[in-house]
Nanobody, 121 residues
Framework: QVQLVESGGGLVQAGGSLRLSCTAS??????MGWFRQAPGKEREFVAS????????RYADSVKGRFTISIDIAKNTVYLQMSSLKPQDTAVYYC????????????????WGQGTQVTVSS
């Protein structure tokens, strides 16, 4: 069983930066990822990375602005977000998946509780 605990959400102005963190309960072989869901929208893929690091994947909407990374020693996955836009406003979810590459919700085995990110204009 994997438990995922997220932190780092908040309110920022457009053009600003924010870093989300997700700490897993233990070691795993899961592919780690971030998803987001805005009101009235389906949950969508943002970024993913193998637990060992290396090959990252990004949604086209965030490529060049967001960076996913892993600190294996701390069992922690990060999402560094820069050049934030109001369209990035959503609840962001950490995820552990079984599929590789992980690019959709169908490959997710465990979800975090979600953290709100709000970008003002």
């Amino acid at each position: 069983q994997v438990q995922l605990v997220e932190s780092g959400g908040g309110l920022v102005q457009a053009g600003g930066s924010l870093r989300l963190s997700c700490t897993a309960s233990g070691r795993s072989r899961y592919v780690m990822g971030w998803f987001r869901q805005a009101p009235g929208k389906e949950r969508e893929f943002v970024a993913s990375i193998p637990w060992t690091g290396g090959n990252t994947r990004y949604a086209d909407s965030v490529k060049g602005r967001f960076t996913i990374s892993i600190d294996i020693a701390k069992n922690t996955v990060y999402l560094q977000m820069s050049s934030l836009k109001p369209q990035d406003t959503a609840v962001y979810y950490c995820a552990a998946g079984l599929a590789y590459p992980l690019t959709g919700t169908g490959g997710v085995a465990y979800w975090g509780q979600g953290t709100q990110v709000t970008v003002s204009s």
